[in-house]
C-alpha cells in the first residue's frame, strides 16, 4: 500500500493535513508521558531480542521485519516530496495519519471498483430474466446496493491494521526484481500460488460461516440474495467479508509478493467476486468455480464454498456439480425448472434458518404472477434532501440516485410482468370457468391483495390503470 499512499500523499495529503494539522500547533500539545516512551522501548527491545533468537536458531519468521517502514527508510520513490511533506504535526509516517489516509483511499476506491464493475456487470452481461424468478426479492438490487455501500467502509477499517503493518515493514512485499527475491519467474509463479492459498484459506473460512450458530449472525445477510445480481458481490455483514478477505492479507506475510502484483491481484479479487454473482454461465469448466457453481450455492446453501477452484469442495465432499439446465438460454429460463429449483430451495433454507423466511419476494402476491416492488422513499426523500440542502456531499447523491434508477428500472419491469399475469389470469377464468358458472367474478378481490407502494407514485398511476382494465366484473356465460 506504500505506493498508493505515495500517490495520494504527493497529490492530496500533504497539503490537507498541512493545513488542517500544521507542525505549529506542537507548541500547544502535552508533552508525552514518559510510561509511554518506555513502553515502546520495552517492547522494541523485545521484538529485537525475538527476532536474534530466531536469526540464531535459524527459526521460520512468520513476519518480515526489514523495517522498511514508509514515510522513514522506504528505498523506492515515484515523485519527488511535496512541498508539504514536512509541514504538517501527523507527518507521513503516523500511524494516526497513516490510518485516516488508508480508510479514505481504500472506501472510495472500494465504492468505485464495486459500482463501475457491478454496473457493467449488470449493463452487458446480467440476464434480466432473472427479475421473473420466484425467488427473486422486492427492491433487490436496491438492498444490495444499500447493503454493499455500508458494509465497504467498516470493512476497510477492520483491515487496516494489515495495511499498517504492511507499511512498517512487517510483510514480505518486496519491489526491487533481482536474484535474491527470485527474478521475474517468481513474479509468474506467485499468481497461481496466491490463487491457490487464497482459494484454500477462503472455503475453510466459509465452511465456518455455514456453522448454524455462525451462520445465523454473520453470513445470513448475503445468502438472502437467492437469485443474486451483481451488485450482490459485496452486500455483506461487514465481519463476513473481512472474514473472508483474511487470506488475501496473511499471504504476503506468509510468502515474498511483489508490490505491483499485490495490488493488481487485491483490484482481481474484487473483480471475480462481481463475475461469480452475474449469472452469466460461460463455461461448465469443472477445475472453475465460476457463476455457475457460485449459482448453485445461493441456491442450496451447502455446497461450492470455494472462491477460484473446486478442488477444495471435491476433497471437502461439498462440491455440486452445477444443473445442466443453467447453459442453455431456453432452460435456464424455463418455468418448470424455475419451480423445480425453488422447491430444492426451499427445503435446503428451512433445513439451515428454520421455517420461517423473512424475504419479501416479488412473486408472493399471486400464484404464478408478480406483485409490484414498494418504493423505497426514504432513500429518495434524502437524495432530493441532500440536493436541494447542499448538506449532503454531491457523491452520496449520486450514489442515492444510481440506487432510485436501479429501484425503476426493477419496478417497471415487474409491472410490465404483473400486467402479463394478469391477462393470463382473466383469460383462463373466462376460458375454465364460463362453462360452469354464469356468476359475477370480481376481480378486484384479488387485486385488493397486492401492495403496490404508496398513492402518487409512479407505480401507484400503474395500478390505477390496470384497475380500470382488470376490475371491471366479467360475466361468464
Known sequence: MDIVLEICDTFVFDKVFATLLPSSLARYMPQKPKAIDNLAEFINNGTQAAIAY?????????????????????????????????????GRSNIIRQSISLFIIMTIFGWLLYFSVAALSYHFVYDKSNFNHPRYLRNQMSLEIKQATSAIPVMVILTIPWFLLELHGHSKLYYEVNESTGGWWALVYQLPTFIMFTDCGIYFIHRWLHWPSVYKVLHKPHHKWIVCTPFASHAFHPVDGYAQSLPYHWYPFLFPLHKISYLLLFTFVNFWTVMIHDGEYMSDDPVVNGAACHTIHHMYFNY???????????????????????????????????????QNTDKIRSELEGDKDDREYVFADLPGGAGPARQNNAVHGFAVFGVMSGVVPKFVVRLLVLIFLTDFVENVIQVKNLAIQLEHLDEQFRQRLAPKSSKFLDLSKIIAGIDVGQKGSHLGVVKRRLDVKTVNTVLLQ
Not at 64 to 87: C, M, R
Not at 311 to 320: E, I, T
Open 54 to 90: 530466531s536469526e540464531a536458531a535459524n527459526l521460520p519468521q512468520i513476519f518480515s521485519f526489514n523495517k522498511e517502514i514508509y514515510g522513514v527508510n522506504n528505498k523506492y520513490h515515484f515523485f519527488d516530496e511535496s512541498p508539504y511533506a514536512h509541514l504538517s504535526l501527523l
Open 304 to 342: 461450492n464454498y470455494g472462491q477460484f477452484t473446486t478442488l477444495w469442495d471435491r476433497l471437502g465432499g461439498s462440491y455440486r456439480k452445477p444443473d445442466k439446465e443453467l447453459f442453455s438460454k431456453q432452460t435456464k429460463k424455463d418455468k418448470k425448472y424455475w419451480a423445480k429449483q425453488t
